[in-house]
């Protein structure tokens, strides 16, 4: 039987454990009638992402549920792969070729595609081989990209299906347009953040005679006007109207008027309508209808023109006159100055409002009217909408099932073309003979003039049989692929093997973020195209943050690199660090001082190991435990730890099953160190070459591994390699061997209950050695007052270990009265005396306490002043006060002890 190397060496381990897994195709899982499924699609990383605590954590998750159904029979399959992530990887290969002064348009766009899949082909992977860093046992036999041709596929299947259906159209409408990356986003890229604006007042001319306006009176010198309030002054390049509302009397005189647009001198008219805010700026609202949603609203009620007054960069355009090539927020400055010199600016002030931004680039989005491609959604949220109310759905935290419906049931409209040239193109060709139909609303396929959707190119077209075809220069949204991945990933739209046995998937693990973007839209895809739900349960994770709770970021100079935490101190301790600092759907406050707990552990279960495994013997650990349980008569601590055991394996079990990780992690962790590590293997050395003890510590030991696995794969797989084998195990790898079945009738609260004691008393007589300064190595007296037979025979039977472990010299059990000079701890109904005289300077100690209940007593009196000043207390931070607070009930706390030893040595 090897040994085990003096101490553990995660990086001499772990890379050769996991190519053995790889070699032995551990990970890959194939359909098998005999056995249940088990499914985990991955949220696909970009291709241009490198690993992130983000990352970490959720695929920990993942490969944890993933090796637990695994051992628990199932066949599992966790499906890998990579997203293309059009917008982004588009700006890094843009931003690789800008150093050599290239622009993509100089390339065109066939050879612009061209270097971005040779980008894809050098650093695509990158992401896949951290994944294996971090111990991922996803099936990589079966990776998949989004846009390789199978998925490439499904997503031309899927576009054409909706088309016909009526529910793709092409439409001119407002959409979120980024200047910088020069395509449309959907509102869920579109991410919107707080940011200090202002609220610009203007004066817009009334044309013709004399319109009195309430609290706009005309003074000496000035035309009549109505002031209008905007943020944004440069679009009012494209006013066509002004806007108020029927109710608001101040402006009762102007319906039917005209105003003169300053600058551009155009005429707008004056529309009455509802939707105007009486409260908000003036009640005037400047309309807009090319670059402001609500506008966009108001202009097709009203029969409105539409005018664009920027180009795609965010520059005006020729509507703007003098402004023509301006940045959009150099033209405001510029319109303001003017407006300032015609004496039509009145005011700014300061104001805060929500703006989006490219979820990409971080770009100042412009609302723009455009000609796009979009997805009605309404009816396909509806079944969606259900399948989470009758519960085929469960989201993990629960709460995020309300989030979920409340976005479901005011769903808009998804705009999926994007004005890039990396991603799917979009299936649509136009016939030029026929036009090029830009009708909103239109989707019918073929019959809709001069489009024709189709898979492949077609050689003419349908309707006129001209051949003069030209493709839709768009891309379809990258999350249009993605929305179908539980399905597409297995083969849809064939029906193969894989897709009837692993779908619908089991769980899907994601973060917060994307529910939106992603889970919302996958469960909406894979009833419209599998007519089934893509999975059942939702795990929604946390963020991670510093420790301070802001979330990490380059730019704060806060993130944690998880490949630097795997470096300094091993993939396992990450693993099981952040797993057992984050509790179910809760954010994570991070450091990397929380890494050495999962160190520490790895190093103590290995300790623990080595010890036994060098007084193991193999011929002796081979009995069957049920056997050996029912055969043998065990002891009190024997038959704890078992309980122990199998009780931690139940709670463990039904962790996992609710998706409360790091409930599972410190179980096991309190388990192993503390009542395994701790106590059993301390008690078991004293008759550690019996049958009994090394049967109990071998079978702790193999299963706790077990239990352990999902969580710490590399440690265990390397002490179980190590262990003799067990007649029932199935293979040569921890990850294939099956989880441990739960023995409830070695479950046993009355031996759970009396070692609890045993091991109080023990603690108490250590506490009193620490509180009295008594060496640790010193051999003492204690005695124990009982109050029933029972508790005599209970504790004279366990009598050796108490003392072993205490390190007494004598031990008393009895009706005994408490001894002069004597420490005294109360242990339930037992009180357990320890005789001071001869052990320490009585006087000595009575003094040296003194000064300290003295010192104590002072601390609390300031706090309590510092508590009773209103000042402070309302001045304070919260958690300042808080933790003042706690404090003083600490040394309460300290001073009732204190008061407790002087009293035991009759001061």
């Known amino acids: 039987m090897e040994e085990l190397a003096k101490a ?32 985990i699609v991955i949220p696909p990383p970009n291709i241009t992402g490198i690993l ?40 890094v290969v843009e931003r690789k070729l800008a150093k050599d002064n290239i622009k993509r348009q100089d390339l065109g766009r066939e050879k612009f595609v061209e270097e971005v899949w040779k980008w894809r082909e050098e650093y695509g992977s990158t992401i896949i081989r951290q994944l294996k860093k971090l111990g991922c046992s996803c099936d990589w036999d079966r990776t998949r990209f989004t846009m390789d041709d199978g998925l490439s596929d499904a997503v031309l299947e899927v576009f054409s299906r909706l088309y016909e259906k009526g529910l793709i159209y092409r439409g001119n409408y407002i959409i979120n347009w980024c200047p910088r990356c020069q395509t449309a986003l959907s509102d869920e890229e579109s991410q919107h953040k707080d940011v200090d604006g202002a609220l610009y007042y203007i004066k817009y001319p009334i044309k013709g005679q004399v319109a009195r306006v309430k609290g706009q009176g005309k003074k000496d010198g000035e035309e009549d006007f109505v002031i209008v309030a905007t943020t944004r002054p440069e679009t009012m390049l494209g006013d066509v109207a002004i806007a108020i509302n029927p109710k608001d009397k101040r402006y009762k005189d102007l319906k039917g008027r005209t105003v003169l647009l300053p600058i551009l001198n155009r005429e707008l008219k004056i529309i009455q309508d509802g939707l105007v805010d009486l409260k908000f700026g003036t009640g005037a609202l400047k309309v807009t209808p090319a670059h402001d949603p609500v506008d966009f609203e ?45 004496g039509l600016f009145v005011k700014s002030e300061p104001h805060r409002h929500a703006v989006g931004h490219c979820y990409r680039c971080h770009t100042m989005i412009e609302p723009r009217l455009s000609p796009q491609w979009f997805v009605r959604m309404k009816p396909l949220a509806e079944p969606a909408i259900e399948a989470v109310k009758k519960g085929k759905i469960k989201f993990y935290p629960a709460r995020w099932t309300k989030v979920y419906l409340e976005w479901m049931n005011n769903i808009r409209d998804w705009c999926i073309s994007r004005q890039i040239w990396w991603g799917h193109r979009i299936p649509v060709y136009y016939c030029k003979n026929c036009g090029k139909d830009t009708v909103e609303g239109q989707g019918a396929g073929a019959k809709a003039q001069g489009i024709i959707v189709s898979k492949i190119r077609p050689e003419k077209c349908p309707v006129c049989g001209g051949v003069d075809i030209e493709q839709d220069p768009d891309v379809l949204d990258t999350w249009f692929s993605s929305w179908l991945w539980p399905f597409s990933t297995f083969g849809w739209p064939k029906e193969t093997p894989e897709l009837k046995y692993f779908y619908p998937t089991d769980s899907l693990v994601t973060a917060q973020e994307i529910i939106f973007f992603w889970v919302a839209r996958m469960i ?4 419209e195209f599998r007519g089934d739900i893509p999975f059942r349960n939702v ?12 979330k990490m970021s380059k730019s704060l100079g806060n993130v944690i690199d998880p490949l630097d935490m795997i470096e300094k101190y091993g993939t396992d301790a990450l693993r099981f660090s952040i797993i057992s600092i984050t509790a179910q759907g809760q954010d994570v406050f991070l450091s990397e001082g929380k890494f050495e707990l999962g160190r520490n552990f790895a190093n103590k279960i290995w300790n623990a190991s080595r010890f036994i495994l060098m007084n193991l013997k193999p011929e002796d650990v081979s009995a069957d435990l049920c056997v050996f349980f029912e055969k043998m008569s065990l002891s009190l601590p024997e038959k704890w730890i078992l309980s122990r055991f199998y009780t931690t394996l139940s709670y463990v079990t039904g962790c996992l099953d609710e998706y409360k990780f790091n409930e599972a992690a410190n179980a096991i962790y309190e388990f192993l160190w503390h009542e395994f590590c701790d106590w059993y293997i301390e008690i078991a050395k004293a008759d550690i070459g019996s049958k009994q003890s090394q049967v109990i510590l071998y079978k702790i030991l193999e299963k706790s591994l077990r239990m352990l696995h999902p969580f710490m794969p590399f440690i ?16 040569d790898s921890i990850m294939i061997q099956a989880w441990p079945h739960l023995q409830k009738q070695m479950i046993s609260e009355d031996a759970e209950e009396k070692m609890s004691d045993i091991i109080e008393i023990i603690t108490a007589i250590r506490n009193i050695r620490s509180v009295w300064n008594i060496e640790p190595q010193r051999a003492i007296k204690a005695s124990i007052n009982i109050h029933g037979a029972d508790e005599e025979k209970f504790l004279s039977e366990n009598s050796t270990i108490i003392k072993r472990l205490a390190r007494l010299e004598t031990l008393e059990i009895g009706k005994i009265k408490k001894p002069k000079n004597a420490a005294l701890s109360v242990v339930g109904k037992l009180e357990v005396y320890v005789p001071l005289e001869g052990l320490i300077d009585l006087e000595k ?33 919260k958690e300042v006060v808080e933790k003042q607070a706690s404090y003083k009930a600490e040394l309460e706390i300290q001073i009732k002890k204190i008061k407790q030893n002087l009293k035991d040595l009759g001061a």
Do not use: C
Not at 524 to 527: D, L, N, R
Not at 716 to 731: A, C, F, M, V
């Open 539 to 550: 795990y929604i994770h946390g963020t991670v943050r510093d420790i301070t709770g802001t």
């Open 298 to 342: 108001l202009g097709r009620k009203y029969g409105l023109d539409e005018i664009n007054v920027m180009n795609d960069d965010a520059t005006i355009n020729g509507i703007g006159g003098d402004y023509e090539g301006m940045d959009r927020f150099e033209a405001r400055e510029a319109i303001i100055e003017d407006l300032k010199e015609r």
């Open 716 to 731: 265990t797989e390397e002490i179980w390699q190590k262990l003799p084998r067990d007649k029932d195990s199935r293979g």
């Open 845 to 877: 100690e009575k003094a040296r306490i003194m000064k300290e209940a003295s010192r104590i007593e002072a601390e609390i009196s300031s706090i309590v002043k510092r508590l009773k000043n209103d000042s402070f207390v309302s001045k304070a931070p």
């Open 524 to 527: 909406m895809a894979g009833i």
């Open 8 to 39: 553990y060496n995660p990086h001499e381990v772990e890379d050769r454990i996991y190519k053995d897994w790889e070699a032995k195709k551990y990970f890959h899982a194939d359909p098998d009638p005999a056995k249940k499924p088990y499914s």
């Open 52 to 91: 992130h605590m983000g990352h970490a954590l959720n695929d920990t998750i993942q490969d944890i549920l993933i090796r637990f159904k695994r051992m628990q029979g199932f066949k599992a399959e966790w499906m890998p792969g990579t997203d293309h992530a059009g917008i982004a990887t588009q700006n």
